[in-house]
């Protein structure tokens, strides 16, 4: 049983902060890279950011500067700290998993990763 639970989402203006959680439950995170994903109505899902097991982060350049990934082993979860919010971050936000055996940077591809939470909303309005 290997389960992954978003959580954090909610309502913010723009220019706001907001930290998402990722919990893992039925395995252990030290041995998977975790991305973060969103969706918006009406458009496809696109990954955004990732850490693998090392800690080394990957980005889209939309993010770079706002969104700082982390993981923390010791809780089994990992972080989406989000700083100047804009209306076009709303979205359904997802954390994935997959397992490495190697060090590499990690991938914002949804076809990588083959453990997925259910989302958790975030919506920046004024």
């Known amino acids: 049983q290997l389960h992954l639970v978003e959580s954090g989402g909610g309502l913010v203006q723009p220019g706001g902060s907001l930290r998402l959680s990722c919990a893992a439950s039925?395995?252990?995170?030290?041995?998977?890279?975790i991305g973060w994903f969103r969706q918006a109505p009406g458009k496809e899902r696109e990954g955004i950011s990732c850490?693998?097991?090392?800690?080394?982060?990957n980005s889209v350049d939309s993010v770079k500067g706002r969104f700082t990934i982390s993981r923390d082993n010791n809780k089994n979860t990992v972080y989406l700290h989000m700083s100047s919010l804009k209306p076009e971050d709303t979205a359904l936000y997802y954390c994935?998993?997959?397992?490495?055996?190697?060090?590499?940077?990690?991938?914002?591809?949804?076809?990588?990763?083959?453990?997925w939470g259910q989302g958790t909303q975030v919506t920046v309005s004024s």
């Open positions: 039925g395995f252990t995170l030290d041995r998977y890279d």
């Open positions: 994935a998993a997959v397992e490495r055996i190697f060090f590499r940077r990690c991938v914002l591809w949804l076809t990588e990763y083959n453990y």
């Open positions: 850490i693998n097991r090392s800690g080394v982060t």
